[in-house]
């Protein structure tokens, strides 16, 4: 959600800027825009839509100057527009700013009283013009952020340029990331490392309340106190990370191909392949003492504790309470001091999940996170970290990411039974032999990816599309429709099949697709009943199962074979089909597959 780069370069920067920015299209935005000093003076180039028209706009008017600032905006307040874009500006200062300031009204009122004039509807500008009052009072440019920062509240990662001073950049965190890179004679400034990557690999990372004052010899960093303080610099493991789409139409089409590697690789990780035992790093708690276990997380990651659920509680015998991290948080739960809580989030950066993680803390719980981006805010506030291994997810709607936190989540969910006496060695080893075993019927279900198109042009046509699944294919159908809503824009809902009689059967009809998670498991012939009670009602039913679609007793529209695995793995295995519905159809009608609207990848505000 939202991008910042910023540059003290020893040569032009606006290119650069331009190419830090393209890597962090996969956050989502709606608008772009690069400022630099040009012989002390600020100048600035804007668009809206896609970073290609700030790259036509910097053709058309080249921008020089070796200090500089960029964004990547999406909207919060103000329409998406070039007027809204950042940076926002005066004659002294430029800012750029993820976050929001929840104070903006009041700050603004009390600056258009004093004369200032807006241009933009943003709560961003509203930094700009403080700034800017306490410099023509007299003050330098580090006393003049200092005071505008005193009197910001809200969640923000800034940077900001002035008149005047080409050696001299100000950054802040408060709640959303930022990165400082050091280069030779050089110092740059991201959101996250990925943008980072092609200038430097060694990378300090602000704390909550942070403040900083770069120059091109090096960082002056103050707490929220005032205090100087030196954050650690390390090396960053984004430096070696690919990023571009190879030989694949869109990002998430090679993202759900890459899933059988990562979740191998994810495997490999976290089990002892030799003996079929799980191997998990130390943790800061034992299994054995906890009475009860917290899982939270945001859109997908949530599905994932969703069916983290049924496998502790399955094969654990141990009781788990999921949230959503938004409701979480202000859910204001009593915990019992020295339980667990588990976290888990692609970017490690989700707000609602931070939040969430520092209740807990808070609670004197046990602090263990799941992540894809080891040197994230979440990483960095936990206990332990369990990384999933996935690499850059680039795609808005998450896959391999998926895969992964459900990969990591079984295998600790199995530790869990260990520790507790539920698993002996002969049931881990069963268990470990089928996880080993989901790269390759993942492999067999994306070599058969024609039957995916083919659905995608019968699903084009449907205004509602409802899917069902029962157990751990409940969280797999909640998902699917997930998937399905986000990248084709078509209205779809995942139920509990057993709850189809209690609301959502009103609106099956001939018209309708329903799509069905129908592993041959234990709970198989309830939902052939669900199926059938759809048929009855002329709904277009889509089996996605390893059975014999002979077996459902009722007319089936279109069979998507799946391989029989162990009920264990139904939900690593059977993620794969929902994600080719969702990306064929949303192929088919031709939406912006890796960008969908109004959606970010890493979502650092409420």
């Given at each position: 959600m939202c991008g910042i780069v910023g540059v003290l370069g020893k040569a032009s920067v606006a290119d650069h800027l331009v190419d830090a920015l393209k890597r962090l299209e996969y956050r989502g935005y709606d608008s772009s825009g690069v400022a630099t000093l040009e012989n002390g003076h600020i100048e600035r180039r804007r668009a809206e839509g896609k970073l290609c028209n700030l790259g036509q706009r910097l053709s058309a008017e080249?921008?020089?100057?070796?200090?500089?600032?960029?964004?990547?905006?999406?909207?919060?307040?103000?329409?998406?527009?070039?007027?809204?874009a950042h940076p926002h500006m005066t004659d002294d200062v430029a800012v750029v700013h993820n976050g929001i300031i929840e104070n903006f009204r009041e700050l603004k009122a009390q600056l258009l009283a004093e004369g200032a004039q807006f241009s933009s509807e943003t709560d961003t500008e509203v930094i700009a013009h403080l700034i800017t009052r306490e410099l023509h009072a007299g003050n330098d440019p580090v006393s003049a952020a200092a005071f505008a920062l005193a009197q910001l509240r809200g969640a923000f990662a800034l940077a900001m340029i002035f008149r005047g001073h080409d050696d001299l950049m100000i950054v802040a965190r408060q709640g959303s990331p930022l990165a400082i890179g050091y280069g030779d004679g050089e110092m740059f400034v991201g959101s996250d490392a990925i943008a980072l990557a092609p200038f430097t690999d060694q990378v300090a990372y602000l704390e909550d309340g942070d403040w900083a004052v770069i120059t091109r010899e090096g960082v002056a960093v103050r707490?929220?106190?005032?205090?100087?303080?030196?954050?650690?610099?390390?090396?960053?493991l984004a430096a070696g990370l690919i990023v571009d789409k190879g030989n694949y139409r869109h990002f998430m089409a090679k993202e759900i191909h890459e899933q059988p590697d990562v979740v191998s690789r994810t495997l490999g990780h976290y089990l002892d392949l030799a003996s079929y035992r799980v191997a998990l790093p130390k943790l800061p708690f034992d299994f054995s003492d906890v009475n009860r276990l917290s899982l939270s997380a945001c859109g997908t990651a949530f599905y994932a504790c969703f069916v983290a659920?049924?496998?502790?509680?399955?094969?654990?015998?141990?009781p788990v309470d999921v949230d959503i991290a938004s409701e979480f948080r202000y859910r204001e739960t009593a915990m019992e001091p020295g339980g667990a809580a588990i976290f888990v989030s692609q970017s490690g950066e989700t707000a609602d999940t931070l939040a969430s993680l520092r209740y807990c803390r808070a609670q004197g719980q046990h602090v263990l996170s799941v992540v894809n981006v080891r040197e994230s805010s979440i990483a960095r506030e936990s206990d332990a970290v369990l990384p999933t291994l996935g690499g850059p997810e680039i795609g808005v709607a998450s896959t391999k990411a998926f895969t992964c936190q459900l990969t990591v989540l079984s295998c600790l969910a199995i530790a869990a039974g260990k520790a507790r006496g539920t698993i002996g060695p002969e049931r881990e080893a069963e268990l470990v032999k089928a996880l080993v075993e989901v790269p390759r019927h993942m492999a067999t279900i994306l070599g058969n990816e024609g039957r995916y198109?083919?659905?995608?042009?019968?699903?084009?046509?449907?205004?509602?599309?409802?899917?069902?699944?029962?157990?751990?294919?409940?969280?797999?159908?909640?998902?699917?429709?997930?998937?399905?809503?986000?990248?084709?824009?078509?209205?779809?809902?995942?139920?509990?099949?057993?709850?189809?009689?209690?609301?959502?059967?009103?609106?099956?009809?001939e018209s309708v697709p329903v799509i069905v998670i129908a592993p041959q498991d234990e709970l198989y012939d309830k939902t052939v009943s669900n199926m059938q009670e759809v048929a009855a009602r002329e709904g277009k039913i889509v089996f996605v199962s390893d059975a014999d679609p002979a077996s459902a007793g009722c007319a089936i529209q279109t069979v998507l074979p799946v391989p029989s695995v162990h009920p264990f793995v139904t939900p690593l295995v059977y993620a794969v089909p929902v994600q080719l519905i969702a990306y064929h159809t949303a192929v088919f009608m031709g939406t912006d597959v890796d960008q969908p609207r109004n959606l970010a990848k890493s979502v650092t505000v409420e």
């Open positions: 080249p921008l020089p100057g070796n200090t500089g600032i960029g964004h990547t905006r999406w909207a919060t307040h103000g329409r998406p527009s070039e007027a809204n707490d929220r106190a005032g205090a100087r303080v030196v954050r650690p610099v390390a090396r960053s659920k049924y496998w502790f509680e399955r094969w654990a015998k141990l198109e083919e659905l995608a042009l019968k699903l084009s046509k449907a205004r509602d599309v409802l899917y069902l699944g029962r157990g751990t294919s409940s969280p797999i159908a909640l998902e699917g429709a997930l998937k399905l809503k986000e990248i084709s824009y078509i209205h779809a809902e995942g139920y509990a099949a057993g709850e189809l009689k209690h609301g959502p059967i009103a609106l099956i009809d």
